[in-house]
């Protein structure tokens, strides 16, 4: 139990564009999900918080309008890089609460983004 | 912020050592979580440790919780070349912060066959 999705699993995309990530939690719902960002060799960063049906709760000095978040049902978020540049090629990871745990969270494979 | 300091950052040892890695602050958490993580993967996790004093056993990993709740450490005893990974620790929050994880910054193990 406790299986976390992300899709894709790698991209690679034009400096300009826009890239969809996906995450859903397989065997449970989750009404808060979180996405990281990771660089090499380095820990998780915390992006935002996803709580779903509502807005996001960003971290300091994360661009909500570059990093767009939606969290439409208990199973899916998605986070949407804006208008992508090199800068932002990283290892996203998203995680997944379960109900009834506080602290627990349960990690998606995480998405390796390439900006050309 | 509450900061979790990890350490050793790197640790590159031999099959059938012992090792332990560290994880302190001065903030007190809700809990400390454990985690390992493989290249081009998300982090796992080992173990969710919340009571002060706690100590939980996993095969070869024996994890430990600070009695007021600030640090924890990770034993691991003959460690084995499939122990390679980052392990990362991660506080959870209290208050207002609560439900969202702090982490460390990681501790890259390498075991050698």
């Known amino acids: 139990g406790a299986v976390v999705s992300q899709h894709p699993s790698r991209v690679i995309c034009k400096s300009g564009t826009s890239v969809k990530i996906e995450c859903r939690s397989l065997d449970f719902q989750a009404t808060t999900m979180f996405w990281y960002r990771q660089f090499p060799k380095q820990s998780l960063m915390l992006m935002a918080t996803?709580?779903?049906?509502?807005?996001?709760?960003?971290e300091q000095g994360v661009e909500k309008d570059k990093f767009l978040i939606n969290h439409a049902s208990l199973t899916l978020s998605t986070l949407t890089v804006t208008s992508a540049h090199p800068e932002d090629s990283s290892f996203y990871i998203c995680?997944?609460?379960?109900?009834?745990?506080?602290?627990?969270?349960?990690f998606g494979p995480g998405t390796r983004l390439t900006v050309l | 912020t509450q900061l979790l300091e990890q350490s050793p950052q790197f640790l590159s040892i031999q099959e059938g050592e012992n090792l332990t890695v560290y994880c302190n602050s001065s903030?007190?958490?809700?809990?400390l979580q454990w985690y390992r993580q493989e290249p081009g993967e998300g982090p796992v996790l080992l173990v969710t440790?919340?009571?002060?004093?706690e100590v939980k056993k996993l095969k070869r990993l024996t994890f430990q919780f600070g009695d007021a709740r600030k640090d924890s450490s990770l034993h691991i005893t003959a460690a084995q070349p499939g122990d390679t990974g980052l392990y990362l620790c991660a506080g959870g929050g209290r208050g207002s912060t609560l439900g969202r994880l702090y982490f460390g910054r990681g501790t890259q193990l390498t075991v050698w066959p």
């Open positions: 440790v919340v009571t002060g004093g």
């Open positions: 995680s997944a609460r379960p109900p009834r745990y506080t602290d627990t969270q349960y």
């Open positions: 996803s709580n779903e049906g509502s807005k996001a709760t960003y």
């Open positions: 903030s007190v958490f809700s809990s």
